[in-house]
């Protein structure tokens, strides 16, 4: 069936370093690829995504870049804060489909 | 203005109760869902509706049972509550046309003691 992995599940980095979270599908007609970030208590919330008919797309310190050849899509925060600590959930959806894959989440630890 | 919510944010119950979790969107959106984190985090899908009609039913045993009066609500009835039913509980909308974004609700934690 479809499935998304994620890695890695646990991310530690330091203050200013840049994080990158990699996510791989399976269901090749998914186009559609949603990143949301979950804060400790809180529901998560999308941050960025990307279409199948783009390769890259950056909003601010967050970019998201996708190979559908390899069908392969990873999130780059850069300059990170520790407001960035939090659970990340990248997701796979395709036109036609009922729901959304999510994979497992990475905890992002960001130290100050 | 609260896009999605969701009653109660916190249930605490003894195993055997029967619960009920309502959740409603005001984001005119066709799709709603229920999703059951545990404490690894991982999202499950539960169920989804579309305008009333259940279009997704993943393994999840037949004491929980969803109802859609109407596409702005989506509820969840748990009988016979078990240990391992303690989690957070997110309900979310989408627009089934267009955009893929989900809203999520502020989720309800239960606890099974």
């Known amino acids: 069936g479809e499935n998304v992995e994620q890695h890695p599940s646990t991310l530690s980095v330091q203050e200013g370093d840049s994080a990158v979270i990699k996510c791989t599908y399976s269901d090749s007609a998914s186009n559609y690829f949603p990143w949301y970030k979950q804060e400790l208590g809180k529901r998560p919330q999308l941050i960025i995504d990307?279409?199948?008919?783009?390769g890259e797309k950056k909003d601010q310190r967050i970019a998201v870049t996708l190979n559908k050849t390899a069908k392969h899509f990873s999130l780059h925060i850069t300059e990170t804060q520790p407001e960035d600590s939090a659970v990340y959930f990248c997701a796979a959806w395709r036109t036609g489909g009922f729901k959304t894959i999510f994979g497992a989440g990475t905890r992002l630890f960001v130290k100050a | 203005d609260t896009a999605v919510s969701q009653t109660p944010k916190y249930l605490v119950t003894q195993m055997g109760n029967d619960k009920s979790i309502k959740c409603e969107q005001n984001?005119?959106?066709?799709?709603m869902y229920w999703y059951k984190q545990d404490s690894k985090k991982f999202l499950k899908i539960m169920f989804s509706?579309?305008?009333?009609?259940?279009?997704i039913n993943e393994t999840v045993p037949n004491r929980f049972s969803p109802k859609s009066p109407d596409k702005a609500h989506l509820n969840l009835h748990i009988n016979s509550l078990e240990l391992g039913d303690s989690a957070v509980y997110f309900c979310?909308?989408?627009?089934?046309?267009?955009?893929?974004?989900?809203?999520f609700g502020p989720g309800t934690r239960l606890t099974v003691t």
């Open positions: 509706y579309n305008n009333k009609e259940l279009i």
């Open positions: 984001l005119g959106h066709d799709t």
């Open positions: 990307i279409r199948s008919n783009v």
């Open positions: 979310a909308s989408s627009q089934l046309a267009g955009v893929r974004e989900q809203y």
